[in-house]
């Protein structure tokens, strides 16, 4: 039987389940599960997003969904961009659909004036995977590889007290603060600057990407998309004496799967470097977090294999490898 290449509809959510079920099949032999729960891509995938022009299609074999791509292009910067991701059912793979949805994707980011396509394509540590293979063939290039860690919280929560007593002597002139989303009004301006320097000063390979462009408007539109979603964010800050925002790491977890969280950026300002708020402002995050959440049991992260000194502050903490994310890209 052919297979047809469709929009989906994202207000049906028959349809809207059957989608998330075959991304969530097709990755489900990654050792660690990152997928979102049912309850945040019900909210995710029908929401209007200003800041984001979003591509949902199914690949169809009669009346079975097996296929899922979810492309899009930022809006508000990085504009030459767009990104994909593609998922085939188990059961059909093989079959030519990762290739029909990856057409779909490219006929999109061209369509929207985009010259780069990205993606990422996880593998075992040290080997390859169908996602690599399959961004090989048709002409991706490794852009970043990062390795993907995760850190059990049983087994490392004791080092915490330790960890912040060393820390603190270094950084007596700063408070470190952590709120829960929304952040406060007073943060705002501060937050949205360190957004705002992350892709330049984060090592990030080859990519072909520049730094994104955060106001009020738009962290109150995301801040809010995420609640609806049930994401619970905490954000630990180091402030100067003025109030200025010298470091910051974001760590979130949703909560209808507390057991997991995600830990994103964490960025010390180039002129507060050398006082060790990048693992005192990791340790309080992740001590807020589990205080709030008991559930959790592990949290994961991806750093630049490249990145020494987040690599070095992830080992105090007790991070371990446990997967490759290879951050690949396609010029159009
Ligand atoms: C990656 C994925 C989308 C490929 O879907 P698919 O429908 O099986 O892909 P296709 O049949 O179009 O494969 C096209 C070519 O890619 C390569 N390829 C795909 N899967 C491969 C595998 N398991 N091993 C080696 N090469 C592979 C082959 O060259 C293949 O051509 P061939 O079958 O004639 O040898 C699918 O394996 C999947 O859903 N993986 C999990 C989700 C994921 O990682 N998505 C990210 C994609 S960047």
Request: hydrophobic fraction near 45%; aromatic fraction near 8%.
């Amino acid at each position: 039987m052919s297979i047809e290449i469709r929009d989906l509809d994202r207000h049906d959510e028959a349809q809207v389940r059957m989608f998330w079920e075959v991304e969530r099949d097709a990755v489900a032999d990654r050792p660690y599960n990152t997928f979102l729960a049912w309850e945040a891509a019900r909210a995710y995938i029908p929401m209007e997003m200003p800041h984001v022009v979003r591509h949902f299609a199914a690949a169809w074999d009669g009346d079975v969904m097996v296929g899922a791509l979810v492309a899009n292009g930022p809006l508000t910067d990085n504009t030459h961009r767009a990104y994909a991701d593609i998922a085939v059912h188990p059961a059909h793979q093989r079959r030519g659909i990762g290739t029909a949805l990856l057409q779909e994707a490219e006929a999109f980011a061209r369509a929207q004036g985009r010259r780069v396509l990205g993606s990422e394509a996880y593998a075992p540590v040290g080997g390859s995977s169908a996602s690599l293979e399959f961004a090989t063939r048709h002409g991706f290039v490794v852009a970043l590889e990062n390795g993907m860690k995760v850190v059990d919280i049983a087994k490392t929560r004791d080092r915490w007290d330790a960890l912040a007593a060393e820390c603190a002597p270094y950084h007596r002139d700063y408070e470190i603060r952590t709120v829960w989303a929304p952040i406060p009004d007073e943060l705002v301006a501060g937050h949205n600057l360190v957004s705002n320097m992350f892709i330049s000063e984060a090592p990030s390979g080859d990519l072909d990407m520049e730094d994104e462009v955060w106001d009020a408007e738009r962290l109150r539109a995301q801040e809010e998309r995420a609640a609806k979603a049930g994401r619970r964010d905490a954000t630990t800050f180091a402030l100067t004496s003025d109030g200025e925002v010298a470091a910051m790491t974001e760590l979130f977890v949703n909560e209808t799967a507390p057991h997991r969280g995600f830990q994103s950026g964490t960025l010390v300002v180039p002129a507060h470097r050398g006082h060790r708020l990048g693992l005192a402002i990791k340790v309080a995050n992740q001590r807020a977090v589990a205080d709030r959440f008991p559930e959790l049991e592990w949290i994961i992260t991806g750093n630049a294999d490249v990145n020494a000194q987040m690599n070095a502050i992830n080992d105090r903490l007790g991070f371990r490898v446990v997967e490759r994310c290879l951050e690949i890209e396609k010029a159009l």
